[in-house]
């Protein structure tokens, strides 16, 4: 796991020493051990450690190095194709290396390091861009072709790795993160007024190209760009992967429960790959338990260290699960114990790592956990980020699900379902059938349903005017519709509302203690194949959730967590902790309350990261 960066068009050589340094230093957390750095011209190629000399070039590549993989020199980026012709910088693990290797060799090629960047050079050599295709893992790179000179910047199928960039008429800018990309050049840091509105009335970030910087991209998953050494200023965009659920699987329950169980222990197989210490989450839930006990059953000797928080409040505590699932599993537990005053403690360093807002506190005690794991001498965690998106884990699916039936006119079964449902902790029958038929709305019913929420999807917190003069109107976040209401749902947010954002918490809270947090239940293997099951098979006819990952499951996960019904996950007690903080708030907020009009009490419920959205509200 590391961080890189990069220029293309390097004109101004008194500048380089002073950009690089400050862009290393800048990423200096996602990458502790090494770091390097490499110049590219027509003629000529040059690199080496520390920060590069002061020289015109046409691109500069920049890396910080966490060492999990081959921790000897023969691991160290940026990394160069004997022939000269391509260099590679790379963020995250492709977990196939070894399978990868095995291939590359057979057809001619010498690989002489132990460790996956050299591999991936050598699949490009090979296979091109194609060998995006061919690899499981998570990753952002950058890799230069200097004889067809270009550079190509490719991301992961589900963008489990950032990958930021910025064009302009002079260069062509990436990093890692933000507060990179804006060291290496002369960036605006205005801001995106539709992803403000997004992230202000939905609590939406992450999706898509665009960021809250405007001017300011990622790389969407699944994409790779194609950058022109000689034009620069005019990338070129390639989706490489799209997730098919079109294509149904006509498979037997029982064979696509073994068949799940088999998926599930070998991504944990191929995730245990590290020549460093490795550890996991554990929320008590019947995801990181199962990649806890799956842990176990793959390496009955390791010495297994998990790590927990342990919410204040009973009803939130999931304490008795953790003990449950790290006593089965023989594993030494870590807890994490934080209240109001430890969120007030790390508010500014969230803030300065996240350089996005977030919407959620349970972001700040996973940033405690992996402290804690840090301090442990762990450097690599397994998590199982991904689970609720693919396996229908959180509430709002149930309606989803029942939505599925009414439009395929299964009434009987839907009344069933609903009646069965309303048992389950947290679901409400009112809400699940007024959820379930907006899903069924005719296009005009909708639009006449949008005007009627006006008021609501543009709150009287908000400035009005100040969006209305960047031409910004008020709309609810588009959903398509098709026959499977829950597949349609559980796609939209993998992609494009729920994961994305917290991905992107995983990544920086995990890097800020240079951790590499890897989620072995996002591989395409394993999402194309719960995506084209019947959905049935993931909810059941009584509304539990991951149906068919908890009868997988049988033997690895205690069976009282497996029987579990509620979903508590990393919940904090948020409402308790901001009446503690009340006081706190209000002083804090006051200032731009009193210039902008806003309530302190709305704006308290508002908090984030990002100084401009004072001036939309």
């Given at each position: 796991?590391?961080?890189?960066?990069?220029?293309?068009?390097?004109?101004?050589?008194?500048r380089n020493?002073?950009?690089?340094?400050?862009?290393?230093?800048?990423?200096?957390?996602?990458?502790?051990?090494?770091?390097?750095?490499?110049?590219?011209?027509?003629?000529?190629?040059?690199?080496?450690?520390?920060?590069?000399?002061?020289?015109?070039?046409?691109?500069l590549?920049?890396?910080?190095?966490?060492?999990?993989?081959?921790?000897?020199?023969?691991?160290?980026?940026?990394?160069?194709?004997?022939?000269?012709?391509?260099?590679?910088?790379?963020?995250?693990?492709?977990?196939?290396?070894?399978?990868?290797?095995?291939?590359?060799?057979?057809?001619?090629?010498?690989?002489?390091?132990?460790?996956?960047?050299?591999?991936?050079?050598?699949?490009?050599?090979?296979?091109g861009?194609?060998?995006?295709?061919?690899?499981?893992?998570?990753?952002?790179?950058?890799?230069?072709?200097?004889?067809?000179?270009?550079?190509?910047?490719?991301?992961?199928?589900?963008?489990?790795?950032?990958?930021?960039?910025?064009?302009?008429?002079?260069?062509?800018?990436?990093?890692?993160?933000?507060?990179?990309?804006?060291?290496?050049?002369?960036?605006?840091?205005?801001?995106?007024?539709?992803?403000?509105?997004?992230?202000?009335?939905?609590?939406?970030?992450?999706?898509?190209?665009?960021?809250?910087?405007?001017?300011?991209?990622?790389?969407?998953?699944?994409?790779?760009?194609?950058?022109?050494?000689?034009?620069?200023?005019?990338?070129?965009?390639?989706?490489?992967?799209?997730?098919?659920?079109?294509?149904?699987?006509?498979?037997?329950?029982?064979?696509?429960?073994?068949?799940?169980?088999?998926?599930?222990?070998?991504?944990?197989?191929?995730?245990?790959?590290?020549?460093?210490?490795v550890?996991?989450?554990?929320?008590?839930?019947i995801?990181?338990?199962?990649i806890?006990?799956?842990?176990?059953?793959?390496?009955?000797?390791?010495?297994?260290?998990?790590f927990?928080?342990?919410?204040?409040?009973?009803?939130?505590?999931?304490?008795?699960?953790i003990?449950?699932?790290?006593?089965?599993?023989?594993?030494?537990?870590?807890?994490?114990?934080?209240?109001?005053?430890?969120?007030?403690?790390?508010?500014?360093?969230?803030?300065?790592?996240?350089?996005?807002?977030?919407?959620?506190?349970?972001?700040?005690?996973?940033?405690?956990?992996?402290?804690?794991?840090?301090?442990?001498?762990?450097?690599?965690?397994?998590?199982?980020?991904?689970?609720?998106?693919?396996?229908?884990?959180?509430?709002?699916?149930?309606?989803?699900?029942?939505?599925?039936?009414?439009?395929?006119?299964?009434?009987?079964?839907?009344?069933?379902?609903?009646?069965?449902?309303?048992?389950?902790?947290?679901?409400?029958?009112?809400?699940?059938?007024?959820?379930?038929?907006?899903?069924?709305?005719?296009?005009?019913?909708?639009?006449?349903?949008?005007?009627?929420?006006?008021?609501?999807?543009?709150?009287?917190?908000?400035?009005?005017?100040?969006?209305?003069?960047?031409?910004?109107?008020?709309?609810?976040?588009?959903?398509?519709s098709?026959?499977?209401?829950?597949?349609?749902?559980?796609?939209?947010?993998?992609?494009?509302?729920?994961?994305?954002?917290?991905?992107?918490?995983?990544?920086?809270?995990?890097?800020?203690?240079?951790?590499?947090?890897?989620?072995?239940?996002?591989?395409?293997?394993?999402?194309?194949?719960?995506?084209?099951?019947?959905?049935?098979?993931?909810?059941?006819?009584?509304?539990?959730?991951?149906r068919?990952?908890?009868?997988?499951?049988?033997?690895?996960?205690?069976?009282?967590?497996?029987?579990?019904?509620?979903?508590?996950?990393?919940?904090t007690?948020?409402?308790?902790?901001?009446?503690?903080?009340?006081?706190?708030?209000?002083?804090?907020?006051?200032?731009c309350?009193?210039?902008?009009?806003?309530?302190?009490?709305?704006?308290s419920s508002?908090?984030?990261?990002?100084?401009?959205?004072?001036?939309?509200?």
């Amino acid at each position: 796991m590391c961080g890189i960066a990069g220029v293309v068009r390097v004109r101004t050589a008194g500048r380089n020493h002073s950009l690089s340094d400050a862009a290393l230093r800048l990423l200096r957390h996602r990458g502790p051990d090494d770091h390097g750095w490499l110049l590219s011209s027509a003629s000529d190629i040059h690199f080496g450690r520390g920060t590069p000399p002061e020289h015109d070039a046409d691109v500069l590549l920049l890396h910080r190095r966490l060492s999990i993989l081959d921790l000897s020199e023969a691991g160290w980026q940026p990394m160069v194709s004997r022939d000269r012709r391509f260099a590679i910088v790379l963020n995250g693990e492709i977990y196939n290396f070894i399978e990868l290797r095995r291939e590359l060799e057979n057809r001619g090629h010498t690989i002489s390091s132990h460790g996956d960047t050299e591999v991936l050079l050598h699949a490009f050599a090979e296979w091109g861009p194609g060998c995006l295709k061919r690899l499981t893992g998570m990753f952002a790179f950058a890799l230069l072709d200097r004889f067809e000179r270009r550079l190509y910047l490719a991301r992961d199928f589900f963008g489990i790795k950032p990958l930021y960039y910025a064009s302009g008429p002079e260069s062509f800018l990436f990093a890692s993160e933000a507060k990179a990309l804006f060291a290496l050049g002369n960036l605006s840091r205005k801001v995106n007024a539709q992803r403000l509105y997004e992230y202000l009335t939905g609590g939406l970030t992450d999706h898509g190209g665009d960021t809250l910087f405007n001017g300011i991209h990622q790389v969407p998953a699944g994409h790779y760009l194609v950058v022109d050494l000689d034009a620069p200023e005019r990338p070129h965009l390639v989706r490489y992967w799209r997730m098919d659920v079109e294509d149904r699987l006509d498979v037997s329950y029982g064979e696509a429960t073994q068949r799940l169980r088999e998926i599930f222990l070998d991504n944990i197989r191929l995730h245990l790959r590290s020549d460093v210490p490795v550890g996991a989450a554990l929320s008590g839930g019947i995801d990181s338990s199962a990649i806890v006990g799956a842990m176990r059953r793959l390496e009955p000797k390791l010495e297994l260290h998990v790590f927990s928080y342990v919410a204040e409040s009973p009803e939130l505590s999931e304490e008795k699960w953790i003990d449950l699932a790290a006593r089965q599993a023989g594993a030494i537990v870590h807890k994490v114990h934080a209240g109001a005053a430890d969120l007030i403690a790390d508010l500014e360093q969230l803030i300065y790592q996240q350089d996005e807002p977030f919407s959620s506190t349970s972001m700040f005690v996973q940033h405690r956990v992996f402290r804690l794991a840090r301090e442990k001498g762990i450097t690599v965690m397994l998590d199982g980020q991904g689970a609720d998106e693919m396996l229908g884990g959180y509430r709002i699916y149930q309606s989803a699900r029942l939505a599925s039936l009414l439009r395929q006119g299964r009434w009987l079964e839907a009344l069933r379902f609903a009646a069965r449902a309303r048992r389950l902790p947290g679901v409400d029958i009112r809400s699940l059938f007024l959820q379930a038929v907006g899903n069924l709305l005719p296009g005009q019913l909708k639009a006449l349903g949008k005007q009627m929420l006006q008021k609501s999807i543009m709150p009287d917190w908000l400035n009005r005017r100040w969006f209305e003069d960047r031409g910004i109107r008020p709309r609810p976040v588009a959903r398509e519709s098709s026959g499977d209401q829950l597949r349609s749902l559980l796609r939209q947010t993998l992609f494009e509302t729920s994961l994305p954002m917290l991905l992107r918490y995983e990544d920086r809270n995990s890097m800020a203690h240079s951790i590499e947090s890897r989620v072995p239940f996002l591989t395409p293997d394993l999402a194309g194949f719960l995506l084209r099951l019947p959905e049935e098979y993931l909810i059941g006819p009584d509304g539990t959730s991951k149906r068919i990952f908890r009868d997988a499951m049988r033997g690895i996960v205690p069976e009282p967590i497996l029987q579990r019904k509620d979903k508590v996950g990393f919940a904090t007690p948020e409402r308790q902790w901001f009446q503690d903080l009340r006081p706190w708030v209000e002083k804090t907020l006051r200032p731009c309350t009193n210039d902008w009009g806003v309530s302190s009490s709305k704006a308290s419920s508002r908090m984030g990261g990002f100084a401009e959205r004072r001036k939309a509200v």
